[in-house]
């Protein structure tokens, strides 16, 4: 927290519902909610083809991300890219991508200029990818939250954004719609 302080920057977290109390009385205060479904793919042959996405412009990435979420991390989405490139899609001025875990495939991020945009980009994500899958969508986002539900999707867990001393938010949160996950924003 120093470190970041120091640097005037503002820092950060997801906390779990547990974890938000111990980080309320450190000043730390809830921004938005956060949850974590869990599903699985469809892994249809051939998916994504009635989409206008296409494979991502990996140096075009960053700078969207970087205004959608308000920081520079570059490298970790070329890491994700290069995990998984089939995942990799962009529409317009619109991006996902995702990487294998050790339990699921976790999407993210997904940074889109509208709900409408980002569903697409979604749809794609999960028809494409075959087993288990784990995503992390700000609860603000009920259309994409319906479509995990109508492909029968459930709640793992929730996660609480949280910022030190404000509730102001870096970057243009109206741009992120499926987040890369607590351990990287």
Known sequence: ISELQR????PYLDATPAGE??????GFQPVFGITRWQG??????GAGQG???????ADACPALDEAAFGARR???LHSFIKRLPTLARQQDEAFVVARNGR?????GP??????AQALDLLKAALDHVAGPVFLDVPDRWTALSDELKARGFTIQRGFRRMALNTSVLNGNPDQSFVLAGPEFG
Do not use: H, N
């Open 7 to 10: 640097d005037g920057r503002i």
């Open 21 to 26: 109390k111990v980080y309320l009385p450190l």
């Open 40 to 45: 699985q793919g469809t892994g249809l042959e």
């Open 51 to 57: 989409s206008s996405a296409m494979p991502v412009d």
């Open 74 to 76: 570059a490298p970790l």
């Open 103 to 107: 339990l699921a495939t976790q999407i």
């Open 110 to 115: 997904l940074v889109a200029g509208s709900e």
